[in-house]
T-cell receptor
Framework: NAGVMQNPRHLVRRRGQEARLRCSPV?????VYWYRQLPEEGLKFMVY????????ESGMPKERFSAEFPKEGPSILRIQQVVRGDSAAYFC?????????????FGPGTRLTVL | EDQVTQSPEALRLQEGESSSLNCSYT??????LFWYRQDPGKGPEFLFT???AGEEKEKERLKATLTKKESFLHITAPKPEDSATYLC???????????FGTGTSLTVIP
């Protein structure tokens, strides 16, 4: 998986708590995508970020979800007041260029379980 | 709405039995079609990118082809270690999104 790191790998939260998912892209990559994968469903695009800039958040729910990719440090996907329907695998992928004729490199994912 | 459909949903093959997986798409302005392999509990692993109809790419026992409406992933003489879910994704138009299919779960029986 070309060096994309995600943590934690597994996260358990109770309804109403906050979940923070972290993604460190491949060294030198400046673009990050976040996806959600529900059981028996395909990967669904959520958000596309460049360092310090959200390029496209059209796939992100309008409420409770936010993402950032600061100048220093990992990209963070934040889910506030989690509900059971948020239980899923969340994957991030990184790519080196804005012109994405290049493949994305995926991390191992964070599996979120909401009790 | 742009769509990516993969078939079959699941495929069981005997070791050495060649077959093909299909990815059909309905998008405007295809910029690239991508094939990934995903093992249980792991993230997708990149296999191929195809950009234009007629293009073909090969890697070991896998060969990907592209037409104007679909892509095939041909697997020749598969081995048990080829067992995985194979995902297809497209990028189209001026947007940044990659649209993924739901995958084909391949099981190769020794």
């Amino acid at each position: 998986n070309a060096g994309v790191m995600q943590n934690p790998r597994h996260l358990v939260r109770r309804r109403g708590q906050e979940a923070r998912l972290r993604c460190s892209p491949v060294k030198g990559h400046s673009h990050v995508y976040w996806y959600r994968q529900l059981p028996e469903e395909g990967l669904k695009f959520m958000v596309y970020l460049q360092k310090e800039n959200i390029i496209d958040e059209s796939g992100m729910p309008k409420e409770r979800f936010s993402a950032e990719f600061p100048k220093e440090g990992p990209s963070i996907l934040r889910i506030q007041q989690v509900v059971r329907g948020d239980s899923a695998a969340y994957f991030c992928a990184s790519s080196p260029y804005l012109q994405v004729y290049n493949e994305q490199f995926f991390g191992p994912g964070t599996r979120l379980t909401v009790l | 709405e742009d769509q990516v459909t993969q078939s079959p949903e699941a495929l069981r093959l005997q070791e050495g039995e060649s077959s093909s997986l299909n990815c059909s798409y309905t998008v405007s302005g295809l910029r690239g079609l991508f094939w990934y392999r995903q093992d249980p509990g792991k993230g997708p692993e990149f296999l191929f990118t195809l950009y234009s109809a007629g293009e073909e790419k090969e890697k070991e026992r896998l060969k990907a082809t592209l037409t104007k409406k679909e892509s095939f992933l041909h697997i020749t003489a598969p081995k048990p270690e080829d067992s995985a879910t194979y995902l297809c994704a497209v990028q189209a138009g001026t947007g940044n999104q990659f649209y993924f299919g739901t995958g084909t779960s391949l099981t190769v029986i020794p």
